[in-house]
Every structure is written in structure tokens, then in C-alpha cells.
């Protein structure tokens, strides 16, 4: 699944991050890269851009980033 499928308050981990370029640099320079603990704790009322957990610090991308990153659910390991 893609990290803008994962419901609100449920943990994954990430398994790989797309995009081409800046884009996929970005993302990474952000702190979401493989293997990372990751939560979605808001959406906001339009439904984007989406607030996430991770590494101890609070971090909001788009849905249309958050669609480049795949993830797998904790308890679905």
C-alpha cells in the first residue's frame, strides 16, 4: 500500500520511496526512507496535505508525495 492509503493512527514502516529526481531527494532528505517507523496523525479537512509522525518529530506533505512512498502496516509484518 502507499503511505495516503494508511488510515489515521495506525503505524507502518517504509518499504521503498518512488518519485524521480528532486522529488524522490526531497523525500528522503526529509527522513522517510526504508525501514522507518511512520504514522499518519492528522488529515487535514479538505483531506491534504496530511500530518505525519516520525523520528521523534511531526512532518505534513501532500497526498500527491505521500502516493510515491510505499509502506506496510506494523501488524500486518
Known amino acids: 500500500m502507499t503511505l495516503d492509503e494508511l488510515p489515521i493512527g495506525k503505524e507502518a514502516v517504509i ?3 518512488g518519485g ?3 522529488l524522490r531527494y526531497r ?10 517507523k511512520i504514522m499518519i496523525t492528522k488529515v487535514a479537512p479538505m ?3 496530511i500530518e505525519l509522525r516520525l523520528r521523534g518529530y511531526t512532518l505534513t506533505i501532500r497526498l500527491e508525495d505521500a502516493r510515491n512512498i510505499q509502506v506496510i502496516e506494523e501488524a500486518a509484518k
Open 47 to 49: 483531506g491534504d496535505p
Open 27 to 36: 523525500l528522503l532528505d526529509m527522513g522517510l526512507i526504508p525501514k522507518t
Open 20 to 22: 524521480e529526481g528532486v
Open 15 to 17: 518499504l521503498r520511496v
